[in-house]
C-alpha cells in the first residue's frame, strides 16, 4: 500500500513518461502531473497526434454511485469528464490531473502510438471502495514490471478473490474490457502508466510490498528554511524487503517554467555514534541509500527515515530552486516510486547574532642574527639586524567570546552593528530599529536590545558596512575605526588619569596620537565554511552560520609608526528574524 497524501502539484521536478497506445479505446494512469499545459496545447494543437478523445475517471464521493462492471464512457454520467478533438476548448476536461485514470480513444486506423508526456512526479495515492469497481494503476519499475500473479502473490484476498479488468485496445465489445481470469494473470504484466479495473468485496490494503508515509503535503519539500524530512516506510506482506532510493536529476522544465539551478544535495541520516552522540550521515550523490523491513507485524517491519539537506552545497542567489527525484525501490521489484524533493537556495536578510571565539594570538617573535662568538650582529646604522620573525599563531588558554551582530538588508550586502533594539514599533507591527525610541514607549516591556560590548558606541549607533552580502559561502570583512581621541570608546583612554586623559598636563590642549594614546584600526573578516561532519550540523544551514573568525587590529602611533597585532577563532551566527527593514 502506498499511504501518501494527495498530489501537490506546486513541485517543480519534471520527469517524461510514455504510454503505448493502439488505436480504439486505451486506459491510462497518470503518476506525473502535466497540468502545466492543457490538453490543447499538449495534444489539439499537434496534427500527427492520433489522439480523438481523453475521458477522465471521476468517482463519485457517494458510495451508492461507483459502477458495478467496467461501462463504456458516457456523458451523461456523472462518474466522467470528457475531452474531445473537435470540441476543443468547450470540452469539459481541459487538463490532465496526475494520479488519476483515463480511458483514451485513438484513431481506429491506428496500429500503434507512443505517447509521449512532460510532467511532474507526483506521490502515489490511491483511493479504494469495497461497493464497486475502483479504476487504478501503481507505480511499477519502467523496465521488466512483474506480471498481476507476482504482484497479487503476498495478498491472498486479492490474487484468490479479486476481479481484474484491461484494455487490450480496440472498440468497446464483449473482449474490451477483458477480464483477466487466473491463467492470464500469471501471464500479464503490471505496466506502469496502465489503468485497470479492480474489485474486492473487501477493503483491500495492499497496493504493493511497500508503504510509504511522507511527513507534508505528499513530497520532499525543504523550501528556503527547512533542513529535515522524514519519511516512514512500511512493510506490509510476510516477508523481508529490502528498499534502496536513489536521487536522480529533473529533466529540463518546458517553456515558460521555473528554471533549475541543479539537483538537491540530499543526504540521508545514519546509525547514532554513542561515543560522542551524533548521528553519521551518508550523500545520495555518493550512490542509492539501503534499508531492510522484517515481515509485517515483526519488530523492524517499519523504519524511520530522515532525510537531510545539505545547504552549503547549494550555491547562487537566494531563491534559486534546486529539484530532484528520490527513486524509491524495492527488493521484490515490484515498485518504483518517484517522489520530488525540492529546495531553495535560502536568504540572508535579517537580523543575525552569535558570537566569535577568539582561540588563538598570533606570535611577533623576532630572531637576531649572532656571530659566532654569540654577539648580535649590527648594520650600517647600529641596529641590530634580524634574522627571522615568528609569525604563526598559538592558543590563548581560555577562548575570548565576542559578541557579533549583523543585520543583511537584501541589496547592500552585511552590516555590523554595536547594539540593535527589536520590538513592537506599533500595536501592529514588530520591528528593528537603531533607536530606541523607534519603538512604541507603551510596549517597552516587550522589547529587547542586543549589544555588543567590544564595538565602539556612539550616540547615533554607527554601522560598519561588510564588502560583500553574508551567505553560505561568503568571505567577507569590515574595517572598524577608532579614533585616539574616542573617550567613550577608546581602551587607552581614561578620563580621570592625567597620564591617559590626551591632555597636556594643565589639561587643556589635547595631545596628538602617539602621545598618551594611540588609533585603533580593526579588520574583522569572517569565512563562511561548509558544517562539520555530522547529521545534525550539516541540516543545520539556512538559519546558523559558522566559519573562521579572522582580525587583524593595527595600533597607530605618532606619524606613521603603526604595530599589527592578529588573533583568530570561530564564530556561529543564528539568525533571529528575516526582517530587512531598519527602522530610525
Known sequence: MVCLFAANTLGAQWRTETFELVGGWNAVYLHIDPSHASLGEIVGNDSSNPIEEIWLWMPAAGTMQFIESPQE??????????????????????????????????????GAYTWTLKGKPVAPHVSWTSSGLN?????????????????????????????????????????????????????????????????????????????????GRGEVRFGALAGQHRIRLRNPIDQPVTVSARLISSESPPPGERPIAGNVPLIWRGELDMSDLTYDFGR????????????????????????GLDRS???????????????VTDSQGMLAIDLPVSAEVASTTGLWVGNALVA?????????????????????????????????????????????????????????????????????????????????????????????????????????TFNGRLHEAAEIAVTVPLAHDDNPSNPFLHT??????????????PLPQGAESYGITRRISLRVEPPAGHFADIVAGGGILSGTYEETVTLHGAGNATREYRVRGGFALNRIIDIATLSD
Do not use: C, K
Not at 313 to 327: C, K, R, S, V
Not at 380 to 389: K, L
Not at 450 to 464: D, F, G, V, Y
Not at 502 to 509: M, S
Open 313 to 327: 552545497a547549494m550555491t547562487g542567489e537566494a531563491g534559486d530552486l534546486f529539484a530532484g527525484i528520490l527513486e
Open 360 to 464: 588563538e594570538v598570533g606570535h611577533q617573535l623576532v630572531t637576531y642574527a649572532e656571530t659566532e662568538s654569540g654577539a648580535l650582529v649590527e648594520d650600517e646604522n647600529g641596529g641590530y639586524v634580524v634574522e627571522s620573525v615568528d609569525e604563526s599563531f598559538g592558543p590563548v588558554a581560555r577562548p575570548f567570546p565576542l559578541r557579533l551582530i549583523l543585520h543583511d538588508d537584501g541589496e547592500n550586502g552585511a552590516t555590523l552593528m554595536q547594539r540593535i533594539y527589536f520590538g513592537p514599533l506599533d500595536e501592529d507591527n514588530v520591528g528593528l530599529a537603531r533607536r530606541e525610541s523607534a519603538l512604541d514607549s507603551t510596549l517597552l516591556s516587550a522589547a529587547r536590545r542586543i549589544s555588543a560590548a567590544h564595538l565602539p558606541w556612539t550616540e547615533e549607533n554607527r554601522s560598519w
Open 284 to 307: 545520495f550523490e555518493d550512490g542509492p541509500a539501503e534499508w531492510t523491513l522484517q515481515p509485517s507485524g515483526q519488530p523492524g517491519s517499519e523504519a524511520e527515515v530522515v532525510l
Open 73 to 110: 464512457p458516457s456523458a451523461g454520467g456523472t462518474q466522467w469528464l470528457r475531452w474531445d478533438r473537435y470540441w476543443g476548448g468547450s470540452s469539459p476536461l481541459q487538463r490532465l490531473a496526475p494520479n488519476a485514470a483515463y480511458l483514451v480513444r485513438v484513431r481506429s486506423d491506428v
Open 496 to 509: 580621570y588619569h592625567p597620564d591617559h586623559d590626551n591632555f597636556d598636563a594643565r589639561f587643556e590642549q
Open 135 to 215: 479504476f487504478i494503476g501503481i507505480p511499477t519499475p519502467r523496465t521488466n514490471p512483474p506480471t498481476w500473479g507476482t504482484f497479487l502473490g503476498p495478498s491472498r484476498t486479492l490474487h484468490n478473490e479479486a476481479e481484474i479488468y484491461h484494455y487490450p485496445g480496440g472498440p468497446f465489445d464483449d473482449e474490451n474490457p477483458a477480464r483477466l481470469w487466473p491463467t492470464l494473470l500469471r501471464q500479464t504484466p503490471l505496466n506502469r502508466g496502465e489503468a485497470y479495473w479492480v474489485r474486492a468485496d473487501e477493503y483491500n490494503r495492499y497496493f504493493g510490498p511497500l508503504a510509504i508515509d511522507l511527513q
